[in-house]
């Protein structure tokens, strides 16, 4: 069965500081990877996805994430992180034989210190 | 800019009241989803929809009943609300492109209350 695991439940960064946000993914074909952000009382906005090809993708707001098969990994990172960063984000994975069905990980609470 | 509305954002309702939470998309997508999400939490799919008349239960089992009348509305309905329905609805389509999943688009969600 697939599942999505983000180990870090909160992580707080100085604005200006670089950011990597960790997630695991547990499948055994290769996976459609996405991320998401979801602001405080808003839905979920598609920050960026993976589904073949380079493995460095970049996305918007001057996101990237980078797959890495061998460690189960889709990381997302920005070199600078701005105080309008500060959010919930969401990894998800998705199957080939799955449709458009999603399985998201628990999300990890990004706080963004002055 | 995503083209998908829900409403009520907010409703704080009493328990045993039967309740309608609607979602409506502008985009002409055939595959519409709706998710459950606590705080702190992952997203839980409860329902989904592949086109008119296809509707199926998700990875969470949920009380809540859903219909595809139309391609563009996907309401979610609670027969008889109870304080454990309490949660965050989160509606969202994606386009029909065959082969795997595509973007999901987000509606802004529907926080649900049941006192």
């Known amino acids: 069965a697939q599942s999505v695991t983000q180990p870090d439940i909160h992580i707080t960064v100085s604005e200006g500081a670089s950011l990597e946000l960790r997630c695991n993914y547990s499948y055994g074909a290769t996976p459609y990877l996405f991320w998401y952000v979801q602001s405080p009382g808003q839905g979920l906005q598609l920050l960026l996805k993976?589904?073949?090809?380079?493995?460095l993708v970049q996305g918007i707001k001057g996101f990237e994430a980078e797959f890495k098969r061998s460690q189960s990994s889709f990381n997302l990172r920005k070199p600078s992180v701005h105080w309008s960063d500060a959010a919930e984000y969401f990894c998800?994975?998705?199957?080939?034989?799955?449709?458009?069905?999603?399985?998201f990980g628990q999300g990890t609470e990004l706080s963004v210190k002055p | 800019e995503a083209d998908i509305y829900q409403t009520p954002r907010y409703l704080v309702i009493g328990t045993g009241k039967k309740i309608t939470l609607e979602c409506s998309q502008t985009m002409g997508h055939d595959k519409m989803y709706w998710y459950q999400q606590d705080p702190g939490m992952e997203l839980h799919l409860i329902h989904y929809s592949y086109g008119v008349n296809s509707t199926e239960k998700g990875d969470l089992s949920s009380e809540s009943t859903v219909s595809r009348i139309r391609t563009e509305h996907f309401p979610l309905t609670l027969e008889s609300a109870r304080p454990s329905h309490t949660s965050q609805y989160l509606c969202?389509?994606?386009?029909?492109?065959?082969?795997?999943?595509?973007?999901?688009?987000f509606g802004e969600g529907s926080r649900l209350t049941v006192l």
């Open positions: 969202a389509s994606s386009d029909p492109g065959t082969g795997g999943p595509r973007e999901l688009f």
């Open positions: 993976y589904f073949s090809g380079d493995t």
């Open positions: 998800a994975v998705g199957a080939y034989n799955q449709g458009g069905k999603l399985i």
